[in-house]
């Protein structure tokens, strides 16, 4: 494998991913009792945004088949109308490729290995990979954008990525 072409995975940390939006977790979330104290409301986890007109918010549900590592990245996309956030439904291994931009295009991608419990919200404009489940077929809530207008951009790098197991 050329080392040069390697992405090596991280833990996702709240710190390690602000430049491409926020970890939805529970860990140092603002808190409280609802419903007579019968549930536990975590607050306000992730900022959604919402450009371009007639812009609504969507929930869906999407069941994402497994990756193998390593993996070839061929490809990463944007959304410059709206953020995209995704919360895993069970405690399948998946994988969170982001990387900055650099004049309109993908810089070098990271990869982080969400821990059980841990989400993510990709700001508006973050360049991702596809929806990558490890293992076995998952299923994740996603809100993200809906209205009129391209929310979708995509990148196809000239000489993949490799996403290395460790």
């Known amino acids: 494998m050329d ?13 390690a991913f602000t430049p491409f939006g926020q970890v939805i977790e ?29 812009a609504r918010p969507l929930i869906s549900i999407f069941d994402g088949l497994p990756y193998a590592l ?6 990463v996309e944007r959304h410059p109308l709206g953020s995209q956030a995704f919360y895993p439904l069970s405690d399948a291994p998946w994988l969170v490729i982001v990387a900055e931009d650099n004049g309109g295009e993908p810089a070098k991608p990271r990869a982080f ?23 076995r077929n998952s299923a994740y809530l996603v809100v993200d954008r ?21």
């Open 3 to 15: 080392q040069s072409r390697a992405i090596h995975i991280e833990p996702l940390t709240a710190e």
């Open 146 to 166: 809906g209205g009129e207008g391209n929310n979708l951009e995509e990148h196809h790098f000239a000489t993949p990525w490799i996403v290395a197991a460790g």
């Open 70 to 75: 390593p993996l070839t990245l061929k490809m």
């Open 26 to 54: 529970r860990a140092h979330a603002h808190h409280y009792p609802i419903n007579a104290g019968m549930t536990e409301r975590y607050h306000d986890l992730a900022k959604i945004e919402l450009a371009g007109p007639l």
């Open 113 to 135: 290995r969400p821990e059980p419990g841990q989400g993510v919200n990709l700001a508006r404009n973050t360049w991702h990979g596809v929806l990558t489940p490890l293992e």
